[in-house]
């Protein structure tokens, strides 16, 4: 099982700042990497897929990068709705995806 | 607008089966891959498995042996049945949907279900 590494655990910033939250995974997965936002009491939406492609409706200030082992999700200048839990997830292993143990992205 | 609603008992007893439909509304269950996820309490999020709505499935290899899915696409609805529960079967579940081209990248979401496995 590929086992997904995110860091750091908790990221503490104020609105208008840059966020770079990481995902390291135990082997390859190519570029089958899936980032996903999650707020309280709700479920997870999807922001990147495929290491750097935008879903659909999500704001350009969202981006992701990398390839291989590590990735990363940086929000360009956080707005206040960008506070919640992200999670990274691999379909590159099959049969089974696997997620992160998620990062926490909180106001300062 | 694609929309997922899981339902099923919200309490279950140990050893007894955990029983969960998902029913898609405003758009068909046809061409899709269909996934159950579950998410204990203030923890991570863990893949259980997925349906085709020709009715193949896939399971998480850790989960396999107690995990069983089906589809009704008459009702536009799927099906996860989880047997000999435990309590670290206990989770909020969550039904969520891949396209074929894009298999793995989950689009859609429900709500969540809490299941509470307990005596």
């Known amino acids: 099982e590929i086992v997904l590494t995110q860091s750091p655990a908790t990221l503490s910033l104020s609105p208008g700042e840059r966020a770079t939250l990481s995902c390291r995974a135990s082997q390859s997965v190519s570029s089958y990497l899936a980032w996903y936002q999650q707020k309280p009491g709700q479920a997870p939406r999807l922001l990147i897929y495929d290491a750097s492609n935008r879903a659909t409706g999500i704001p350009a200030r969202f981006s992701g990068s990398g390839s291989g082992t590590d990735f990363t999700l940086t929000i360009s200048s956080l707005e206040p709705e960008d506070f919640a839990v992200y999670y990274c997830?691999?379909?590159?292993?099959?049969?089974?995806?696997?997620f992160g143990q998620g990062t926490k992205l909180e106001i300062k | 607008q694609v929309q997922l609603q899981e339902s099923g008992p919200g309490l279950v007893k140990p050893s007894e089966t955990l029983s969960l439909t998902c029913t898609v509304s405003?758009?068909?269950?046809?061409?899709?891959?269909w996934s159950w996820i579950r998410q204990p309490a203030g923890k991570g999020l863990e893949w259980i498995g997925r349906i085709y709505t020709s009715g193949s499935t896939n399971y998480n290899p850790s989960l396999k042996s107690r995990v069983t899915m089906s589809v009704d696409t008459s009702k536009n609805q799927f099906s996860l049945k989880l047997s000999s529960v435990t309590a670290a079967d206990t989770a909020v579940y969550y039904c969520?949907?891949?396209?074929?081209?894009?298999?793995?990248?989950?689009?859609?979401w429900g709500q969540g279900t809490l299941v509470t496995v307990s005596s």
């Open positions: 969520a949907r891949a396209h074929p081209q894009n298999d793995g990248n989950f689009d859609y």
């Open positions: 997830q691999q379909r590159s292993n099959w049969p089974s995806y696997t």
């Open positions: 405003g758009g068909s269950i046809s061409s899709y891959y």
